[in-house]
């Protein structure tokens, strides 16, 4: 099995400890997810910021394809994350679900709904993640 690659930032440095992501699952199918709704994560009128709700999408599909590729001396990127916003969230927590909906060699498509503890959708988000060799850091 290939060493992982080693990690140039401390995990209680990165954006998912700043925004307090908790992974709740993760598999090379599904992973779910939430953020406490806290100021930290809300935009001035009190609504949970739209880049929160991206970022807990791109982190758990980033997580779960890293956990399904890295045996293979493989590392995952991402490449896009498209979200689109139905509902606020104002209080309680960001709920993400992501389930897999592509495998390929170099990309993997995940599609991430987002909901507020009352189970309503809230966001949509699809995102592709780039999958390379662990020694091709620079994502080219």
């Given at each position: 099995m290939p060493p992982e690659p080693p990690l140039r930032v401390e995990l209680d440095q990165t954006l998912d400890?700043?925004?307090g992501i908790e992974t709740l699952s993760l598999s090379a199918e599904s992973a779910t997810g939430r953020i406490p709704v806290e100021d930290r994560i809300r935009q001035p009128l009190g609504l949970v910021h739209g880049g929160a709700i991206a970022a807990i999408a791109e982190s758990l599909c980033s997580a779960a394809t890293f956990m399904a590729v890295s045996a293979e001396g493989q590392v995952a990127q991402g490449l896009s994350n498209q979200t689109s916003f139905?509902?606020?969230?104002l209080?309680?927590?960001?709920?993400a679900a992501a389930r897999r909906m592509h495998r390929g060699r170099t990309t993997w498509v995940w599609e991430?709904?987002?909901?507020?503890?009352?189970e309503r959708l809230c966001a949509l988000s699809?995102?592709?993640?780039a999958v390379r060799p662990?020694?091709?850091r620079s994502g080219s």
């Open positions: 400890a700043t925004l139905m509902r606020p969230i209080e309680g927590h960001v709920n991430v709904e987002i909901t507020d503890d009352d699809r995102v592709t993640m662990a020694s091709d």
